[in-house]
C-alpha cells in the first residue's frame, strides 16, 4: 500500500518501504521486485517525475512532481543543494573486519559521546554494485551525528549528505567502520529484519532553503518517523 505523506498539484512525498524500487530499473518489465514510481503513477493516472531516489533496500521519503516545470524546479534545489535530507541510521560498534587488509584505510577508532558531530569527506566513484573512494571520484560530504544507543544497544546516527552520491551514507559509515546494520553489500554482519532491508532512513526534508518552495505549495520541512 501507498504511503502518501503529502500530495498537492505539484509534488507527491510518500514513504516507500525498504524491499521497494524508487523507479524502474535497467531491467524495466523485466525486474520483478516492486516499484513505488510505477505504482503511484499508475494509481495517480497522471505522469509523475522522480525528483531523487532511496536505494532498494532502504526507507523514507521519496518526491516525485506531477509537471514538468515543477520536475525542473525540484532538480535545481536538489543541485545546488538548496534542499537538507536527513537520514536515521543504525549500526553496532565500531569494527575494521569487514574491509581487507589491501584496502588503503585510516582505521580510526573514535571514543563516541553523544551528540559529537563528524565532517566526514571522501571522494567516491560507483563501480557496478557499490561504491569505493578514488582520486578520480566525486567530492562527498556527510555531516554525521552520534545519538548514543537505543534500547537494544545499537549505535544511533543522524545523516545529512551535503552531497547526493549514490550509496554515499552506506560507504561512509561501512569506510569508518559502522557499516549500517543488515547492509551485507558494506560489511555488515547483522540484519535486524528482512535481507531487503538496511536500517536507513530518510526521515526529514527541509524546503526553507528552496527558492520558489513556498510558492509552490510546499511546507519548510516534512517530517515522518525515524523508527
Not at 16 to 22: I, Q, R, T, W, Y
Not at 36 to 61: A, C, K, M, W
Not at 143 to 159: D, P, R, V
Amino acid at each position: 500500500m501507498i504511503q502518501i505523506v503529502f500530495e498537492n498539484s505539484h509534488f507527491v512525498i510518500c514513504d516507500k518501504p525498504s524491499g521497494v524500487l524508487s523507479t524502474p530499473s535497467r531491467m524495466g518489465e523485466d525486474d520483478g521486485r516492486p516499484c513505488l514510481g510505477t505504482t503511484l503513477q499508475n494509481q495517480l493516472g497522471i505522469q509523475i517525475y522522480p525528483v531523487h531516489r532511496l536505494d532498494f533496500e532502504v526507507s523514507g521519503l521519496v518526491m516525485y512532481a506531477k509537471n514538468a516545470e515543477a520536475h525542473r524546479k525540484a532538480n535545481a534545489w536538489f543541485e545546488h543543494k538548496q534542499v537538507q535530507k536527513t537520514y536515521r541510521a543504525l549500526t553496532t560498534e565500531q569494527d575494521f573486519s569487514h574491509i581487507p587488509s589491501s584496502v588503503k584505510n585510516s582505521r580510526r577508532h573514535f571514543t563516541l559521546s553523544e551528540g559529537q558531530t563528524f565532517e566526514w569527506r571522501s571522494r567516491i566513484l560507483r563501480g557496478k554494485r557499490r561504491a569505493y573512494e578514488s582520486p578520480e571520484g566525486k567530492d562527498c560530504l556527510t555531516i554525521a551525528k552520534y545519538l548514543g544507543k537505543n534500547s537494544e544497544g545499537y549505535l544511533q546516527w543522524h545523516l545529512q549528505p551535503v552531497t547526493g552520491r549514490s550509496h554515499q551514507l552506506r560507504f561512509d559509515l561501512s569506510r569508518h567502520g559502522f557499516p549500517i546494520l543488515g547492509d551485507k553489500l558494506y560489511g555488515s554482519k547483522k540484519s535486524l529484519h528482512n535481507p531487503d532491508k538496511v536500517e536507513l532512513r530518510a526521515f526529514l526534508i527541509e524546503f526553507a532553503n528552496a527558492p520558489g518552495a513556498k510558492v509552490l505549495g510546499l511546507p519548510s520541512e516534512i517530517r515522518i518517523s525515524a523508527n
